[in-house]
Every structure is written in C-alpha cells, then in structure tokens.
C-alpha cells in the first residue's frame, strides 16, 4: 500500500516539475516585453520613418489621437497620420518617461517636443507631456490611443494665453 502511495506521489511530482524543469527559458521576462514595446514605439516615431514603426502594429491597427480627433483604421490610415504628423512637425521627437504593460494591455508615458510648422503654423517650438493606452494581440499593437493636452501646446506656441 506505501509502495503504491510512494510510486504515485513520484509520478505525480515528475509530472509536475519535470516540464518546468525541461522547458526552455523565455529569452526575456515579460516586463523586459512590455519594456522593449514601448523603447520600439518610440524609436519608431522618433525615427521619422513609418517603415520602422507599422511593423509593431496589426494590420487592422485602431489608432486614435484625442486631442485632434483624428482615427486612423489599419496601416494605411496610420501611415499617413505618421507622415501628416511629421510634416506638421518635421523635429518631432519622443522621449519614454515610463511604460506599464502587462497581459496585452498598458500604457507608454512620454514627452512630446518639437517645432510646429504646419499645425498651428507657428514656427514654435513646445514640449508636452502625453500617454498612449494600447492593447496587444500576437505580440502587436492592434488598439493605440493618445493623450495629451493641445492647450499646453497651444500655449507654448503662442495661441493661448498662458496661465
């Protein structure tokens, strides 16, 4: 009777820990991931090249910037929101500040700073802080939305008076 008891609890701790034990390990953790996502879309748009930041979504990408109402479905729309975005600000730049990413789902805090040139056409430079919410699915990027305030901006550029 011990025997069978022993011999079962054997086979049932092999179950158990032998596939934790023989699997191979991940080559990064998951907050390494949900790092490298947000270090990716960054790089992305400070690259200046859509090239470099469509790969990190979906093809049917949902992208939405609030502060302009602007929503663009799929890589096509979204490319060209990218290029719209850089004409109007040629100088564009993106600084990480923090990034919360888990179970497919986050946030990317960053600094947003350029020249507007063809927004406001101003010829200002401004600097605003923001936050894109995203979802994920397969490893991509398939809901992002955008936050920030265009009246820091607006501000800044000399549109609004400051406070």
Known sequence: MNRKRVLTGAMLVAMLVLPVIAAPPESKSAPDRDAAV?????AGWNSHNPDKILPLFTDDIFYEDVAFGEISHGQAEVRKFFLSELEGVPDLELKLMRADIH?????????????????????K???????SVID???GKIFRNVDFYDVATVMRQVGLLPTQ
């Open 125 to 131: 430079k401004f600097s605003v802080r923001g936050v």
């Open 136 to 138: 994920m699915r397969d």
């Open 38 to 42: 947000a270090e990716k879309w960054i």
């Open 103 to 123: 179970d497919g789902h986050g946030t990317i805090e960053w600094m947003f700073s350029g020249t507007d040139k063809d927004v406001f056409k101003t010829g």
